[in-house]
């Protein structure tokens, strides 16, 4: 039988969430109910909000969660009801051409679930990245369900669904950060401070942040930044390249979304490095650069989806960093707040006051 509860609800293009009656049905073939116990306010989800991905309204919104499994449909043999979770929107699918030449971490035709969940007037819902957790219960796809440790508390486990996961992927999966590398990171919001913790997790041994808010700064050494650079009053390019022996550093990490950022990131890089952009542009953007040095300076230029992680790999092996106090994921919260909160949330996040608001449930 379908289920009412609690769901944040984007309407219309820019306009403030409703929390309103959602209703959840069974869950069909391949597909589960989760009862999400916890979910961080990403940055994405104010781009659903502000149509910054496409427009298909309404939204539910919410996507980086953590939960325990309710029910699941026939079919279902990853996961099993009781099971503590981690939602993803990376269900590889096994079949399609970048999984079948061994790159899943590409996978073109992720799994989503079939049905919709729908308003009380049966409106159907388009979920948040196909997860739509700011609500008591949502229905996925019971390949994105990930089985963690439940020793991990849900406000920090969930982070792992897609900020803390992109960033630290951007630096160790997609830029390839090994010792003894140079990395800048340019943004030191949740995906930028991740960043830094996976360029220090690999062994970087110099790890520069660059931010326009001294605060982010501070909390980027927090994070594991070595030097740190406020562009506002400093040329960043100059300032990486005054600290990395006049070269530049071995890997630029963007993660803003910002066609003048991503420029200063191509020119801060050393000769062979590596630009990663994992910051999310508006549709509108568009960047320029020499293409003379797009061939002379050699190297890479990287986007990374997600931090091209495999979830069933590495957010079971992330969680268990954090469980031997060598991962902070805690520090990134800085806040815990109700269904209720998150257009304030949203605010808080546009002026920089926090890292990451995590909503909780009972």
């Given at each position: 039988?379908?289920q ?40 994405t ?61 590409y ?19 388009s ?16 390949g ?109 990490i ?36 020499p ?72």
């Amino acid at each position: 039988m379908s289920q009412e509860v609690r769901g944040v609800i984007a309407r219309t293009k820019g306009e403030p969430v409703s929390l309103e009656t959602i209703i959840v049905p069974d869950p069909g073939p391949g597909e589960a109910v989760v009862a999400v116990q916890a979910c961080g306010v990403c940055h994405t989800d104010l781009h659903y909000r502000e149509g910054g991905i496409n427009d298909d309204f309404p939204f539910l919104l919410g996507h980086e969660a953590a939960g325990t499994v309710e029910s699941v449909g026939e079919g279902v043999t990853n996961v099993a009801p009781g099971d503590y979770v981690i939602l993803n929107w990376r269900a590889v699918c096994g079949n399609c051409r970048a999984c079948k030449r061994g790159q899943p971490q590409y996978c073109f035709d992720t799994h989503n679930a079939s049905q919709k969940m729908t308003l009380a007037d049966g409106t159907e819902l388009s979920p948040a990245l196909g997860i739509g957790a700011f609500c008591d219960k949502t229905l996925v796809h019971s390949g994105q369900c990930t089985t963690v440790d439940p020793a991990a508390p849900p406000s920090v486990a969930g982070l792992l669904g897609c900020g803390v996961m992109a960033g630290i992927g951007a630096a160790i999966n997609t830029g390839g950060v090994t010792r003894g590398q140079s990395v800048a990171v340019f943004g030191c919001g949740g995906v930028g401070d991740a960043a830094i913790i996976g360029a220090r997790l690999a062994g970087a041994s110099k790890i520069i942040a660059v931010d326009i808010d001294d605060r982010k700064l501070e909390w980027a050494q927090g994070f594991g930044a070595t030097h740190t650079c406020n562009s506002t009053t400093t040329d960043p390019v100059e300032f990486i390249r005054s600290v990395t022996d006049g070269n530049g550093a071995d890997v630029c990490i963007e993660a803003i979304g910002r066609p003048e950022v991503y420029r200063q990131c191509f020119e801060a890089r050393d000769l062979a490095g590596t630009v990663v952009l994992v910051g999310v542009p508006n549709p509108e953007m568009t960047v320029e650069l020499p293409y003379i040095e797009v061939f002379g300076r050699g190297g890479a230029l990287k986007s990374s989806w997600y931090g091209d992680c495999l979830p069933e790999r590495d957010f079971p092996m992330l969680i268990d960093l954090y469980l031997q106090g060598r991962l902070d994921l805690g520090g990134f919260v800085t806040e815990t707040i109700g269904l209720e909160d998150v257009e304030a949330a949203f605010h808080k996040m546009e002026a920089g006051e926090v890292l990451r608001s995590v909503v909780e449930l009972a």
